[in-house]
């Protein structure tokens, strides 16, 4: 009882942005009495904090966690440096960061990296300097298509699909427009898989490719009203999905047509922006669990923000795939010899991870050793909006991307999958 | 498919730059600054009017909370700094509104975030349908609001005191002086000016595309663009050249290799317009 009143007041807590009710405490590592004082162990991450977008709550989480790692004991006795670094949404930036963390910094590890532009730039620099990433949030297909990075969350497509694939089971969809932007390796790449999906499944799909900075988004929904589907799909920021939803509206079609949403459109205040119009209209995938679930692992996450974070830090799923990136590098690190934590030591054993579980995960997190490319993440839930708040109306599902195939054939042969 | 649903999807936004490029040239007319701060300056008003919707007050006081706050920002920047650049050159005195304009975005951005909110106003549930497409009385009110403002201040300019003072100014600063045109008094009303048409268009803007202070301020690109259509000069051809600058980027839609790019037309429309007017707009310019 007294754990669901804790866990009800962090709730509250999380939606007033505040941290009143923090009472549950937060537990790091080996929860020891003392602060690690050992030689640091030195970790980088790159985020976005500057630009179009800010991507460093990932970040920020990462670091509250490792702060309570520390407090805690830290790695056997050793704390983590956690060094992060704004790439400013600047490829050039990103590689000049990644080789002063990696060279000058002599990183062994890199841990909650997220950034749009991170990976098309530094992918091949993190394989040829043996330096493994346990990313946070991973965007354009290059995070999702590297030998050396790994991101905890979904990412925009198998997070689009999810939403298809419940489209077409539930919502029994035959016929989907998808609009996404006309970001290279971005929009394409998501609806792209819309597109082979309805080849394989056979259903009718369109593909609506729109400029983020558009002024006019009813022009858009009136394309992608012509050709009449039962659902439309979103796959961009939600700052372009708001007015989309409301350009939908003005023309009525909350009332006929389903809007779905990959999980960029998954933020608490949502709901209550579009507003009752959307009560039960609008879907949205879900990376993670329900950012107020009461499980155990989630009300951790929200107790380390707590007591180790600023209370001005979003506790949103940004923060969440910051926390799974730094507790999976922990759970990584402690299994070394303290003495021995290099890089090379330390990439061999996040190669290793495998069956990491935590109940903001649908799915057991792994690596995926010697795969050339990893998307673990890759099973997730559904929320529709009503009365101003999300609602989770599934069950954790297998994102139905034709181009998982890899990543399900060798989830079979390591045993995770059926 | 066809044009003629985009037709009247553009529109709304259409009259909205129609608006806002005739707020910048009357200030421009009149003082010969080019008000890069008019979305800002706009979007702040709209976010007054959210705040206030928010604390459940009146419509009717909301809306004019707006105007009233976009007027002031207008009326102090004119009153206060405008004056220290008024002896610099065109492209000084235009760097100095977009000073402006940086510190409202970061006041917006303190106060109420990035994150994009919805302005609402009842009109927006009342529609007529055309072609198919439903047409909300806010972008009626959108298309009349522009045709009465520009109505307006044409009257203002032909037939009162104040628009024969900024007529005068407008064709030369010196010589107005000395035939006693207060200067000062004059430019100030045109800076009010410039300030009730920037909160009528951000109001209209917050509902009609998204309330969010960066993306607001933006979009005094496309009136710029139909300004420099009306070479700065002629409020009429400036008010159609917003408006076909909003219908433009709207019936690009459907047009697939195109669609994806639509959002610049507005910018390859100034580029063209500048291409094939500048000369006239330099000798305008000089005029100063």
Redesign the interface.
């Known amino acids: 009882m007294r754990h669901y009143l804790s866990g009800l007041a962090a709730g509250l807590a999380l939606f007033l942005i505040s941290t009143c009710g923090a009472n549950a405490a937060a537990s790091c590592g080996t929860d020891g009495s003392e602060a690690a004082t050992g030689e640091p162990i030195v970790i980088g991450a790159i985020t976005g904090k500057t630009g179009p977008d800010d991507f460093s709550n990932s970040t920020k989480a990462a670091k509250a966690y490792f702060d309570c790692l520390n407090a805690k004991g830290g790695i056997h006795g050793r704390p983590v440096k956690y060094l992060i670094e704004d790439d400013q949404w600047n490829p050039e930036t990103a590689a000049q960061l990644a080789a002063k963390l990696v060279n000058d910094e002599k990183a062994v590890l890199m841990v909650g990296n997220s950034s749009f532009v991170e990976c098309g730039a530094n992918a091949d620099f993190y394989k040829k300097s043996g330096i493994v990433v346990v990313a946070g949030v991973g965007v354009p297909r290059e995070c999702f298509f590297a030998e050396n990075y790994a991101a905890t969350n979904a990412g925009p497509r198998a997070s689009m699909l999810g939403a298809m694939g419940y489209a077409l089971d539930q919502l029994k969809a035959k016929s989907v427009v998808c609009i996404g932007p006309n970001i290279p390796n971005v929009g394409t790449w998501s609806c792209d898989g819309i597109a082979l999906l309805a080849k394989e499944k056979g259903f009718v799909a369109e593909t609506i490719l729109m400029d983020p900075g558009t002024a006019d988004s009813t022009s858009t929904i009136l394309q992608a009203a012509a050709s009449k589907p039962d659902v439309i799909i979103l796959g961009l920021p939600k700052g372009v999905t708001i007015p989309l939803l409301t350009a939908a509206e003005e023309q009525g079609l909350n009332q006929t047509v389903k809007f779905l949403s990959a999980a960029s459109a998954y933020d608490l205040s949502v709901p209550g922006t579009i507003g009752p119009g959307w009560d039960g209209n609008f879907y949205v995938n879900m990376e993670f669990n329900d950012l107020e679930a009461t499980t155990p692992d989630n009300q951790n996450w929200l107790a380390v923000m707590n007591e180790y974070g600023q209370t001005s830090d979003p506790r949103d799923t940004f923060a969440q795939a910051g926390y799974l990136a730094a507790r999976i590098a922990e759970k990584a690190l402690m299994s070394l010899d303290p003495k021995d934590v290099t890089r090379e030591s330390t990439s061999a054993a996040i190669r290793q991870v495998k069956g990491f579980t935590s109940d903001i995960f649908c799915a057991p997190w792994y690596f995926g050793d010697s795969q050339p490319r990893h998307n673990a993440n890759s099973t997730t839930r559904m929320a529709v909006s009503e009365g101003g708040k999300w609602k989770v109306i599934s069950d954790c599902a297998p994102s139905p991307d034709p181009e998982l195939a890899d990543i399900r054939a060798f989830e079979k042969s390591i045993g995770l999958a059926p | 498919?066809t044009y003629l649903?985009?037709l009247i999807?553009?529109l709304?936004?259409g009259a909205v730059y129609a608006l806002s490029g005739v707020g910048l040239v009357v200030l421009f007319r009149a003082t010969g600054v080019l008000n890069f701060a008019f979305g800002a300056v706009g979007a702040l008003g709209a976010h007054v009017a959210w705040q206030m919707l928010e604390w459940r007050l009146p419509l009717a006081i909301a809306i004019l909370a707006a105007v009233v706050v976009s007027a002031l920002v207008s009326f102090l920047y004119g009153r206060l700094l405008a004056p220290l650049l008024s002896r610099r050159d065109t492209v000084v005195r235009a760097v100095g509104t977009l000073a402006l304009a940086l510190v409202l975005i970061a006041v917006m951005g303190v106060i109420w975030g990035?994150?994009?909110?919805?302005l609402?106003f009842p009109t927006?549930q009342m529609?007529l349908t055309v072609f198919g497409?439903?047409l909300?009385y806010t972008r009626i009110l959108a298309l009349l609001l522009a045709g009465l403002m520009v109505g307006a201040i044409t009257a203002l300019l032909s037939r009162t005191r104040l628009g024969l003072d900024m007529r005068a100014l407008a064709n030369d600063r010196d010589l107005s002086a000395i035939l006693g045109v207060r200067i000062r008094h004059t430019e100030t009303a045109a800076w009010v000016i410039t300030g009730v048409f920037a909160g009528l268009a951000g109001l209209l803007?917050g509902d009609l595309?998204?309330l969010?202070g960066t993306?607001l301020t933006?979009?005094v690109i496309?009136a710029i663009a139909a300004a420099i259509l009306g070479q700065l000069r002629s409020l009429w051809i400036t008010a159609t050249g917003g408006l076909a600058i909003?219908i433009a980027?709207?019936v690009l839609?459907?047009i697939a290799a195109i669609?994806?790019?639509?959002?610049?037309a507005p910018f390859v429309i100034a580029l063209i317009a500048v291409a094939i007017l500048g000369s006239t707009a330099q000798a305008g310019l000089k005029d100063r």
């Open positions: 498919m649903p985009f999807s553009g709304g936004i990035e994150f994009p909110r919805r609402q927006d529609f497409v439903r909300t803007l595309v998204r969010q993306f933006f979009l496309p909003g980027e709207a839609t459907p669609s994806p790019y639509r959002a610049a």
